[in-house]
């Protein structure tokens, strides 16, 4: 059954220092491009889909499709850049937010720093002997994108990189999937969630792309249960998970297993929030798409900042669709052509 009020506020043993995101993920440029199916079938790519790729794979790609921008991105990147945006529009100085990640010693690992810093989280990058990660994106005219990524320094990441007082002093750690695409990254999320919960710091994770339920799923089946309280997965990540087809509570119920504070985004229809016994349905918002780049790391942001500042989970839920919609609106994964009227009506 859906219910839709007298949801708890936090659903999980959560972080001690309210208001502090820690995100950890994969450091990358996206260069936006515009392109067809034909453009993508000539590549042997499936429309929405995240392709692991080399160097000269993805400059064929460049090759062959129109750049529109490029900016600093990768999942997690995205993410904490949202939550960043919506503490510049509620002049809330009083929730901080890092990110760490691994660059290399060039001028994409620059600018990233460089803007990174510029939208309001504090960057704590390894800087590496390879060249910074990229990811061309494919909008095609149906909106959809399609990533050709290549992870270069991003792979690169490790234990060693990690500041673990700075996690444990934090209300939230955030990983994506993406940190399982190598060993090292692997053994830094995994060191990183047990600093976390071993302070008491809330471990949030997104499965981020089908991609990575498909091919790290025994790993994260394993690994989530004792080291997630909370989740983000879209329907076909969780179906993948799960092994379940069936309807969405079922497909939720099955998902408990692994995090008890679970959130699944259903594109423009919203998301679906289980926590505990209680499950609601958020509605999204209804807007003309331009590019869908970053909508899913947009609802992420909006979503863990409202629980970084203790808010009840349907309205953590309200303002995540809000920015996804908002987002898929600009060309690229940006916020400075979002109007600011748009946070300030929920959060007023």
Same mark, same amino acid.
Not at 290 to 303: E, I, K, N, W
């Given at each position: ?14 972080? =001690? ?46 090759? &062959?499709? &129109? ?13 904490? *850049? ?5 503490? *510049? ?17 060039? $001028? ?13 989280? /504090? ?8 060249? /910074? ?21 991003? $792979? ?12 444990? =002093? ?45 091919? %790290? ?35 939720? /119920? ?19 929030? &289980? ?10 918002? *209804? ?17 863990? %900042? ?27 994964? &940006? ?14």
């Amino acid at each position: 059954m859906i219910y839709d009020s007298m949801l708890p506020r936090v659903c999980s043993q959560g972080g =001690r220092n309210m208001g502090s995101i820690h995100g950890m993920g994969n450091p990358l440029m996206d260069i936006i491009l515009t392109g067809t199916h034909d453009d993508l079938a000539a590549l042997a790519a499936e429309p929405g889909t995240m392709n692991l790729v080399t160097y000269e794979e993805q400059l064929a790609v460049i090759q &062959r499709c &129109r750049q529109v921008s490029r900016l600093p991105g990768g999942s997690c990147a995205n993410t904490m *850049r949202a939550a960043a945006w919506i503490t *510049r529009q509620l002049q809330d100085a009083a929730t901080a937010l890092h990110y760490v990640g691994a660059v290399g010693c060039d $001028r994409f690992g620059d600018v990233f720093a460089d803007e990174l810093q510029a939208s309001g989280v /504090t960057a704590e990058l390894a800087r590496k002997s390879t060249p /910074t990660g990229s990811s061309a994106i494919v909008v095609t005219p149906d909106f959809e994108r399609t990533m050709f990524t290549f992870l270069g320094a991003c $792979r690169e990441l490790d234990e060693t990189d990690l500041d673990l007082a700075a996690i444990a =002093r934090s209300s939230i750690l955030h990983v994506t999937g993406y940190m399982w695409d190598t060993a090292s990254q692997e053994a830094a999320a995994r060191k990183a969630a047990a600093a976390a919960r071993a302070a008491g710091v809330l471990v949030s994770f997104d499965v981020a792309d089908p991609f990575v339920a498909e091919r %790290y799923g025994q790993k994260l089946r394993s690994w989530l249960p004792q080291n997630c309280d909370m989740l983000f997965a879209n329907r076909a990540e969780l179906q993948s998970l799960t092994g379940v087809s069936g309807p969405d509570s079922a497909i939720l /119920t099955a998902a408990q297993a692994f995090a008890p504070h679970l959130v699944m985004k259903t594109g423009a229809d919203g998301c679906l929030v &289980r926590c505990g016994a209680a499950t609601v349905a958020v509605a999204g918002y *209804r807007v003309q798409p331009r590019d869908t780049t970053g909508a899913g790391d947009s609802f992420a942001g909006g979503y863990l %900042y409202g629980t970084a500042r203790g808010w009840p989970l349907k309205r953590c839920a309200q303002l995540a669709n809000r920015i996804a919609a908002a987002v898929v609106t600009v060309e690229g994964c &940006r916020y400075d052509g979002i109007d600011p009227a748009i946070i300030q009506e929920l959060c007023s």
